[in-house]
Nanobody, 125 residues
Framework: QVQLVESGGGLVQAGGSLRLSCVSS????????MAWFRQAAGKEREVVAA????????WYTDSVKGRFTISRENAKKTAYLQMNNLKPEDTAIYYC??????????????????WGRGTQVTVSS
């Protein structure tokens, strides 16, 4: 069973940057697609970015393209989300998640198999 722990959230002014980390543990945790989701108050959870197990493929939702970068270090069992030029509308709880299929997650919005507990990101104007 895979377990995920996020860190790196906080309060930042608009235009600032944060880097989120997600450490995974458990059996074959490096073999999964890793993704970041977010949920703002009163809104549905949405996928923000995803990266294949090899790191060779990435996907971003339109609203973060050019500002956010997802990456992973399999040797450290860690995925990252570098967030630059943050906007108040990026305020949300950010969750790390895993899925067995990059294509199912990004094209069919498949439900992840494992979730972290989330980390709060607040961007002030």
């Amino acid at each position: 069973q895979v377990q995920l722990v996020e860190s790196g959230g906080g309060l930042v002014q608009a235009g600032g940057s944060l880097r989120l980390s997600c450490v995974s543990s458990g059996r074959a945790s490096n073999m999964y697609t890793m993704a970041w989701f977010r949920q703002a108050a009163g809104k549905e959870r949405e996928v923000v970015a995803a990266i294949s197990w090899s790191g060779g493929s990435t996907w971003y939702t339109d609203s973060v393209k050019g500002r956010f970068t997802i990456s992973r270090e399999n040797a450290k069992k860690t995925a990252y989300l570098q967030m630059n030029n943050l906007k108040p509308e990026d305020t949300a709880i950010y969750y790390c998640a895993t899925h067995s299929s990059f294509s199912v997650l990004t094209t069919l919005r498949g439900t992840p198999e494992t979730w972290g507990r989330g980390t709060q990101v607040t961007v002030s104007s």
